[in-house]
């Protein structure tokens, strides 16, 4: 920095880091985040869940705060619904916050009479119908994967708290509200447990950029059931994903 006149220094500045989106400085976040779509159930984790919790951003009422879960740093932020906005979010947190390990901790549709409403399922991998990989240009078609440290961290946490999970491929689809009658039937005839919206593109940055990624659901809604949960259930009671995220958090 240039003197000031007189030939004196300035006085030292403090770096203020923040994007479009989100207002934390370097240093706020912590190096593994948890990623709800909802920002009031980042809230309600950081609330119940964390100790000494205190908000970096409320930028677009995309809630994130930073505390400790057994000691050790976890940050919790919302991400919104869909992969263009968890795409931003999880690419700023990876190459900007310099965050190594994304937990996505989300709702599902089951689409497998193996999964009931209200299990847990970690993704293995996620198939999708979106054209999100088209940013890398590839060759071919990506077969975006979650990372086997986070997913094996996180199948030990569930066995530690006695909670039974379900892993294997996801859908991770770009549209909510489907026109064809029947169309997750072709997905569910290939072993694909449920779908949700966000998850492809976490693992696609997650690899891009040298982190770890893994989505933790809970099933919400039932395809073949047609079992539904409220609204008010999914911000706050679907607490035994996050206590396995969190038990991963305090292993990664």
């Known amino acids: 920095m240039a003197g000031a006149p007189g030939g004196d220094k300035a006085p030292a500045m403090e770096v203020h880091m923040s994007t479009h989106i989100n207002a934390a400085s370097k240093g706020d976040i912590a190096e593994t985040v948890l990623l709800p779509g909802d920002p009031l159930r980042a809230r309600f984790i950081a609330e119940n869940f964390l100790q000494g919790a205190r908000c970096y951003n409320e930028i677009r009422g995309m809630f994130g705060y930073t505390g400790a879960y057994r000691g050790v740093p976890v940050s919790v932020q919302g991400t919104g619904m869909g992969m263009p906005s968890i795409g931003i979010y999880s690419w700023e947190l990876i190459t900007e916050y310099r965050v190594r390990n994304l937990l996505r901790i989300g709702t599902a549709g089951g689409f497998s009479e193996a999964v009931r409403t209200r299990d847990v399922v970690l993704g293995i991998s996620a198939s999708t ?25 996180a199948k030990q946490a569930a066995d530690g708290l006695g909670i039974g999970v379900h892993a294997g491929n996801i859908l991770t689809s770009d549209v909510y509200y489907e026109q064809e009658d029947g169309w997750w039937r072709k997905w569910a005839g290939l072993g694909v447990l449920c779908v949700e919206m966000e998850a492809a593109a976490l693992y696609m940055n997650a690899a891009a950029n040298g982190a770890n990624a893994l989505a933790i659901l809970t099933i919400s809604n039932h395809f073949v059931t047609g079992e539904e949960t409220s609204v008010k259930e999914r911000e706050e009671s679907f607490t035994d994903m996050i206590r396995i995220a969190l038990e991963t958090a305090a292993a990664a």
């Open 129 to 153: 119908d979106s054209n999100y990989a088209h940013t890398f240009r590839l060759n071919g078609s990506l077969a975006p994967t979650a990372s086997w440290g986070l997913l094996l961290k």
